[in-house]
């Protein structure tokens, strides 16, 4: 099953921006979601954003107006600008696929190893 992986995660003040790759070989012709998590230090895993096989979008009211995902089709990989960084999203980005309606049998990916990502105010 394939593994995705992810990069660009770094140290940053707050207020400033990152972009997170994600890259999951044979994603586009699977036709299924791709999503972003993130899991900060003493706290559980939550979702971030995903980008379903038509381009619809979806975030976490947090991270929503500051996060953007997109893909580059032609390269398997799921991007996601993150600008206005504050301290609280600090934790390490991991991505995901999923399935949805229309998309291949057992599409779902593992989890990816994640990037990690600090904000200092």
């Known amino acids: 099953q394939v593994q995705p992986v992810e990069s660009g995660g770094d140290s940053v003040q707050a207020g400033g921006s990152l972009r997170l790759s994600c890259t999951a070989p044979?994603?586009?012709?699977?036709?299924?979601?791709m999503d972003w998590y993130r899991q900060a230090a003493v706290k559980q895993r939550e979702w971030v954003a995903r980008?379903?096989?038509?381009?619809?979008?979806g975030y976490r009211d947090s991270v929503k107006g500051r996060f953007t995902i997109s893909k580059d089709k032609a390269a398997d990989t799921v991007y996601l600008q993150m600008n206005s960084l504050i301290p609280e999203d600090t934790a390490i980005y991991s991505c995901?696929?999923?399935?949805?309606?229309?998309?291949?049998?057992?599409?779902?990916?593992?989890w990816g190893q994640g990037t990690q990502v600090t904000v200092s105010s």
């Open positions: 995901k696929t999923n399935w949805v309606p229309g998309g291949r049998r057992n599409c779902a990916s593992d």
């Open positions: 044979g994603f586009t012709s699977t036709n299924c979601a």
């Open positions: 980008i379903n096989p038509a381009g619809r979008t």
